[in-house]
């Protein structure tokens, strides 16, 4: 009998490992069929502007504060510093990707073809939400973990008190300061998590302030650094938002041409979706 309660159990597994990775593949499918609807994205003319104006805001900033910062950084109190200094991990996009994606996995799980057509919309509707969240915090964070290595600016203390020194292509931690990756993921989830859940983003904004500010306090980066990456997480989360509603994935283009998320499901019928069995004498 041990036997036989071996095999069921691999079977079972290996039946959860297959609905994961068609679940999966329809999911990616979804994400890159053609556009639905007409978004209002940026002209290239107009992209080129905002990348101009974000590159004088961030030499503005350094020119003005990222000396002063760090000067007046080392006169803060020591227990300021140290609350900061354990504050400051909670902006690692992991704390945001691993239950993302450990919760899509478990949609993936529980997206069975025996489940009824509605419960498999509510799962698929939800599915669809924690997708944009994740995607819309990683695609930034991708970006910026690779173009603050080619850049190669030096962390405050990295040089000395010099805060003009780079190492283009580098590729070391210690010149890997501009943009800040914290605040590219705390910008990002901030506008991510403020579309689909538009009353938890005034505790989003005092979060993503606090981890700017404290990269600051740290001393693991420059004022000018922060500015960049809050700037690129939260444009690239809005990029994100558009591609999502190009296709009506919990996205929608109103008439006004706005861009506006679609109801949710509630947690009550998240729960009863994934409960829910199909009696024997539905089948």
């Given at each position: 009998?041990s036997t036989?309660?071996?095999?069921?159990?691999?079977q079972?597994h290996?039946?959860?490992?297959r609905?994961?990775?068609?679940?999966?593949?329809?999911?990616?499918?979804?994400?890159?069929?053609?556009?639905?609807?007409?978004?209002s994205?940026?002209?290239?003319?107009?992209?080129?502007?905002?990348?101009?104006a974000?590159?004088?805001?961030?030499?503005?900033?350094?020119?003005?504060l990222?000396?002063?910062?760090?000067a007046?950084?080392?006169?803060?109190?020591?227990?300021?510093?140290?609350?900061?200094?354990?504050?400051?991990?909670?902006?690692k996009?992991?704390?945001?990707?691993?239950?993302?994606?450990?919760?899509?996995?478990?949609?993936?799980?529980?997206?069975?073809p025996?489940?009824?057509r509605?419960?498999?919309?509510?799962?698929?509707?939800?599915a669809?939400?924690?997708?944009?969240v994740?995607t819309?915090?990683a695609?930034?964070?991708?970006?910026v973990t690779i173009?603050?290595?080619?850049?190669?600016?030096?962390?405050?203390l990295?040089?000395?008190?010099n805060?003009?020194?780079?190492m283009?292509?580098?590729w070391?931690?210690?010149?890997?300061?501009?943009?800040?990756?914290?605040?590219?993921?705390a910008?990002?989830?901030?506008?991510?998590?403020?579309?689909?859940?538009?009353?938890?983003?005034t505790?989003?904004?005092?979060?993503?302030?606090?981890?700017?500010?404290?990269?600051?306090?740290?001393?693991?980066?420059?004022?000018?650094?922060?500015?960049?990456?809050?700037?690129?997480?939260?444009?690239?989360?809005?990029?994100?938002r558009?591609?999502?509603?190009?296709?009506?994935?919990?996205?929608?283009?109103g008439?006004?041409r706005?861009?506006?998320?679609?109801?949710?499901?509630?947690?009550?019928?998240?729960?009863?979706?994934?409960?829910?069995?199909r009696?024997?004498?539905?089948?």
């Amino acid at each position: 009998m041990s036997t036989a309660g071996g095999i069921g159990d691999s079977q079972e597994h290996v039946a959860w490992l297959r609905q994961i990775k068609l679940n999966a593949l329809a999911s990616i499918a979804t994400l890159l069929r053609p556009p639905r609807c007409h978004v209002s994205w940026p002209s290239y003319r107009a992209m080129g502007l905002a990348a101009v104006a974000t590159i004088v805001v961030v030499i503005a900033c350094m020119i003005m504060l990222d000396d002063w910062a760090i000067a007046a950084v080392r006169h803060l109190p020591a227990s300021l510093i140290e609350a900061f200094d354990r504050f400051t991990d909670f902006g690692k996009s992991g704390y945001f990707l691993w239950p993302l994606g450990f919760a899509l996995v478990l949609l993936a799980i529980f997206d069975s073809p025996m489940k009824p057509r509605f419960s498999r919309y509510v799962l698929a509707a939800w599915a669809v939400r924690l997708g944009f969240v994740f995607t819309a915090i990683a695609v930034p964070g991708l970006f910026v973990t690779i173009i603050k290595r080619l850049i190669g600016r030096a962390r405050p203390l990295a040089a000395g008190d010099n805060i003009w020194v780079y190492m283009p292509f580098g590729w070391k931690v210690e010149y890997a300061s501009l943009p800040s990756g914290h605040a590219t993921t705390a910008f990002s989830a901030l506008v991510a998590i403020g579309a689909i859940f538009p009353q938890a983003r005034t505790l989003m904004w005092i979060y993503a302030v606090l981890i700017a500010l404290s990269r600051v306090i740290v001393t693991a980066h420059h004022p000018s650094d922060v500015v960049a990456g809050a700037i690129v997480g939260a444009v690239g989360a809005l990029l994100v938002r558009n591609w999502f509603a190009a296709r009506r994935l919990g996205f929608r283009v109103g008439s006004d041409r706005a861009v506006h998320s679609m109801p949710s499901p509630s947690w009550r019928r998240i729960i009863k979706a994934v409960s829910h069995r199909r009696s024997p004498a539905s089948t």
